[in-house]
């Protein structure tokens, strides 16, 4: 049916409406009219209360701790914080799988490699940026503006899964420094099916090295490599120090240095 559930029972379409309650195992369509009727008659209740405030005896206020007038106020509090949950990240923008950055931002080069890894993994679309809790969080906002989440109780990769899929996602792609791909890898996957229930988990590494010691080690921009650079593409004939000759379809040669190309795909 499309709905999404809060873990409580409640079941939400994905303007945030609830739509169906599970009651005793079974699935119940929500009835707003009889829930509109149902309100009524507590408020009618809650002023009849009112009227005979003053003649309320010690016993009548001597409630549990966490309850006003009855109501579970924790209770609410949990439901408010789930419904902000569900609206923290941009519905109309929605498009799954959903990618997100896990970075310390210690290094501003491997910052910036993560990011772009990000922006090219979720296509054009939103994604969003979760840095470590000691990380320098405002400079990272100026950099990037709203993409940052920036939220205290998002310290472990645990809580940014589970916040994303309470949010209504199903996939999601995970864009880490290769060093913690492994690692975030178990952990994300070893809570799947516990703490929330993706469909698809996808952790993409991020290469740590510069393009200068990845290139100086012959693991990219090889001869007979095809590759673009700016409005060029064609393929490499020979490697220089920090250039590239390359050969295009008219088989004209032009040069390029290394930090400008990009593999062709």
């Not at 929605?94 to 890894?117: C, H, W, Y």
């Amino acid at each position: 049916m499309g709905l999404v559930g809060d873990g409580h029972g409640d079941w939400y379409d994905k303007q945030g409406s609830l739509k169906a309650k599970t009651v005793r195992g079974e699935l119940k369509m929500y009835d707003a009219r009889q829930a509109q009727k149902d309100a009524d008659a507590a408020d009618k209740t809650t002023d009849d209360q009112s009227d005979t405030a003053g003649k309320s005896t010690a016993k009548d206020q001597d409630q549990k701790p966490g309850t006003a007038n009855g109501v579970d106020v924790d209770a609410l509090l949990r439901q408010v914080d789930q419904y902000r949950a569900r609206q923290q990240f941009d519905q109309a923008a929605r498009q799954e799988p959903l990618t997100v950055a896990f970075d310390k931002f210690d290094n501003d080069e491997i910052g910036d490699s993560v990011i772009a890894t990000a922006q090219e993994s979720a296509a054009g679309g939103q994604f969003y940026i979760f840095p470590s809790r000691d990380a320098d969080i405002e400079r990272i906002k100026e950099a990037y503006g709203d993409a940052v989440i920036d939220d205290e109780n998002a310290e472990t990769i645990y809580d940014v899964l589970q916040s994303i899929y309470e949010s209504g996602y199903n996939a999601i792609n995970i864009v880490v420094r290769k060093s913690r791909a492994t690692e975030i890898a178990k952990l994300a996957t070893e809570q799947n099916g516990k703490l929330y229930n993706y469909v698809m988990m996808n952790v993409i590494p991020v290469e740590e090295r510069s393009l200068e010691e990845q290139y100086k080690s012959g693991e990219i921009f090889n001869e007979g490599d095809p590759i673009t650079a700016g409005d060029k593409s064609g393929k490499i004939i020979r490697r220089g120090p920090n250039y590239l000759i390359c050969l295009d379809e008219s088989k004209k040669i032009f040069r390029t240095w290394v930090k400008d190309a990009t593999p062709a795909k």
